[in-house]
């Protein structure tokens, strides 16, 4: 049988796929030039200093696997990034920037940011990579929420918080490390739950016995299947064999056993969308869900800044102590409906747009009658106004926090932080100092 040619760069139409499915794993086509690096259980990296165990996660531009430091005999986070995002990597760039900073001594809130431990490329059939390297942390905040409620309730979905004291402690540790960063001139750009982890207790590695870390046993695909599917073999429709992809994905699987989640200190992680404020702008720089989007960067009226975290941390915020999403906007094809979704949603719950604001929303007029703001349905011939989205954030937090002290305490410090007006939010610094965080938190 012939061999294969070599794939395009650029991602298959249906009909020019190679492979077969897979589920819940990366997308096996992007193991192509340019894309993923083929990883196996047992391959070694940066001259044979670390050896892989086991997939920790992948994301669209990476694949995180867990290894061992050959060196120190430490357990580590080994991110292999995609060969096109590893020729210019502001993640790499923000991450060494950060760390010269730490070397300039102690800093408020550095310990609530994940830290770069080495570095390195390595060479492969789709490219050449960049690796970061990185402590071992645990779960993302929500995935542990998912365990917490299945504990609790045995359920595993019912549960949409924390218990308050501990959702509290989440977030002020998340402002330490936004202090951090925004003292250092870096802006997150994806601030998000999926990028909060909790650390792991050293005494929770013993969970990982030898016959998880031997490699060695774990090095054939026979033997990696045994774990309850966490193995899939990776198969070409035309039966030939794929030298850019690996012989099988394997299905991330956090291996840390915990007595508790989460473990303090909450770290923020994935700076892949990281700003330094020193340098000009681009046009690609924030990914954020559009539900956490501030009316300034849909708008594109103000310079991309710090108060665009601070925005997002307002609205994780309310979501963590009320268990909803604030501004819940679906999924849509087209950015500007998504936006303006978004926009609207901010009228109706957060109050309406300040004037200066509305009048740089072009496409207003799809929603609110000439000369007014009136809300109307341009698609309805007729005086249907649009139906109202629910509660406002001040009703919502009051049924949420039945304590009339507390609950006014809340909605005054998510007021500040949601300001239309960027300029006039507060630093994470002056957040800290709210009288909200002075109670009520675990130790």
């Known amino acids: 049988m012939s061999p294969p040619s070599t794939p395009p760069p650029e991602m298959p139409s249906a009909a020019k796929r190679r492979f077969h499915d897979i589920q819940r794993a990366e997308y096996v086509e992007l193991y192509r030039p340019g894309g993923y690096h083929p990883v196996h259980f047992g391959d070694f990296f940066h001259n044979g200093r670390y050896q892989v165990i086991h997939k ?47 070397a300039s001594g102690p800093m408020l809130g550095s310990d609530h940011v994940i830290c770069l431990k080495d570095s390195f490329y390595h060479q492969g059939p789709n490219g050449n990579h960049r690796c970061l390297v990185f402590e071992l942390l645990g779960d993302n905040i929500y995935s542990i929420l998912e ?37 250092n001139g870096v802006v997150h750009g994806d601030l998000q739950p999926g990028n909060f982890i909790s650390s792991i207790k050293p005494e ?102 710090t108060y665009i975290d601070i925005w997002s941390f307002g609205c994780l915020m309310f979501e963590m102590i009320v268990g909803r999403q604030l501004l819940l906007v679906m999924p849509c094809g087209n950015i500007d409906d998504a936006n303006d979704d978004c926009l609207l949603h901010m009228d109706e719950i957060l109050g309406p747009l300040p004037e200066e604001v509305h009048l740089k929303w072009t496409r207003s007029g799809k929603y609110f009658r000439a000369g007014s703001r009136e809300h109307y349905n341009s698609m309805i011939d007729g005086p249907e106004g649009i139906v109202k989205l629910g509660p406002n954030m001040e009703t919502m937090v009051r049924q949420a926090i039945p304590e009339e002290e507390e609950a006014n305490v809340i909605i005054s410090l998510l007021r500040k932080i949601l300001d239309y007006d960027p300029l006039k939010r507060p630093s994470a610094l002056e957040i800290l100092k709210n009288s909200f965080w002075d109670e009520d938190t675990v130790a």
Not at 245 to 260: C, K, M, N, W
Request: charged share 25%; glycine share 6%; aromatic share 8%.
């Open 56 to 102: 920790l996660g992948y994301g669209r531009y990476a694949t995180v696997w867990l290894a061992r430091d050959t060196q120190s005999s430490e357990l580590v986070a080994l991110k292999i990034k995609m060969a096109d995002d590893s020729i210019d990597d502001r993640e790499f760039a923000v991450l060494n920037h950060l760390n010269a900073s730490r």
């Open 147 to 183: 365990d917490y409620s299945f504990e609790m309730t045995g359920l595993g979905s019912q549960l949409t918080k924390f218990p308050k004291p501990i959702a509290k402690r989440i977030l002020k540790d998340v402002l330490l490390g936004l202090n951090f960063l925004h003292q």
């Open 204 to 305: 929770d590695l013993d969970s990982l016995g030898p016959e998880y870390l031997d490699v060695e046993s774990r090095k054939t695909v026979a033997e990696a299947c045994k774990a309850e599917g966490a193995v899939v073999a990776v198969e070409r429709l035309d039966g030939k064999l794929d030298k850019w992809a690996p012989g099988y994905l394997v299905r991330p699987q956090f291996p840390v056993i915990a007595d508790e989640w989460p473990v303090f200190p909450i770290k923020i992680s994935d700076l892949g969308a990281g700003i330094l404020t020193s340098e000009p702008p681009t046009a690609n720089m924030v990914v954020l869900a559009i539900g956490l989007r501030p009316p300034e960067l849909m708008l594109n009226s103000h310079p991309l800044d």
